[in-house]
């Protein structure tokens, strides 16, 4: 057994998920097209395959440790720049209708090939997030969006709540110390449509700590939103 293999089922224990051998070889042929594209172009920083196991698949696959993902969800990622945890959440669960969004060609030229070699079925879109959610085939059409992004919550939530249909979740993938952002993000949810269900907390292999914020579609996002994506960084809501 590979030692990404070995870390990777060691933090599935602790999450309570069962891996196959299956899932573990896709894992493992997704881990090595990853280092071996990013000598061409910067897909992660992180370049140890214990790191990318725990950092990258365990920390993407948490999702379904922690949220109800219903069978043959509409799930699209948002600026899923490597494929971070789409194709992760794609290898686990294959009745998931995953599309994947990112604004970097580049990067989708990558999407394309491994989720080709996987025979993972997903659409693959290049868009800006602001400009996405607009198209009448993807506003309002998903069950689930979700992003590992870095951006503030309350701008995070402005790109993806507009692609979310009414009783369906954005999922946030958060550090530790989420509760502030939180807090500043009341407003913005709201207004969005959304309010905020759930905040889980937890530690993997590397002991850093994360959340997962769930937010719940209530309402329709009005039509105004997203705004053009420098307003939305330099007036957040």
């Not at 997903?122 to 506003?139: D, K, M, P, W, Y």
């Not at 059409?141 to 939530?157: C, E, G, H, M, T």
């Amino acid at each position: 057994m590979s030692d990404i293999n070995s870390t990777l089922l060691k933090c599935a224990k602790e999450l309570n998920i069962s891996i196959t051998d299956q899932q573990l070889k896709a894992f493992d042929i997704y881990c090595d097209l990853l280092l071996e594209w990013n000598e061409k172009i910067n897909l992660t920083a992180i370049t140890d395959k214990n790191l990318i196991a725990v950092k990258h698949f365990a920390d993407s696959i948490s999702v379904l440790s922690y949220v109800n993902v219903k069978k043959n969800c509409k799930l699209i990622d948002v600026g899923t720049g490597a494929g971070f945890p789409g194709i992760p959440l794609a290898i686990m669960r294959n009745d998931i209708k995953l599309t994947l969004l990112d604004s970097l060609n580049k990067r989708l030229i990558f999407l394309k090939e491994v989720t080709n070699i996987l025979g993972i079925e997903c659409e693959i879109i290049h868009s800006r997030a602001e400009e996405g959610s607009r198209q009448e085939n993807l506003r309002d059409k998903f069950d689930i969006a979700i992003s590992r992004a870095v951006a503030p919550l309350n701008i995070l939530s402005e790109y993806c709540m507009p692609f979310v249909k009414s009783k369906g979740m954005f999922i946030s993938m958060k550090g530790p110390n989420v509760q502030e952002e939180i807090n500043n993000s009341t407003n913005a949810i709201a207004l969005l449509g959304g309010k905020v269900n759930n905040v889980k907390t937890f530690t993997l292999g590397d002991n850093n700590t994360r959340s997962i914020v769930v937010i719940d579609k209530l309402n329709k996002t009005k039509k105004e939103y997203p705004r053009h994506g420098s307003k939305i960084s330099k007036q957040p809501l």
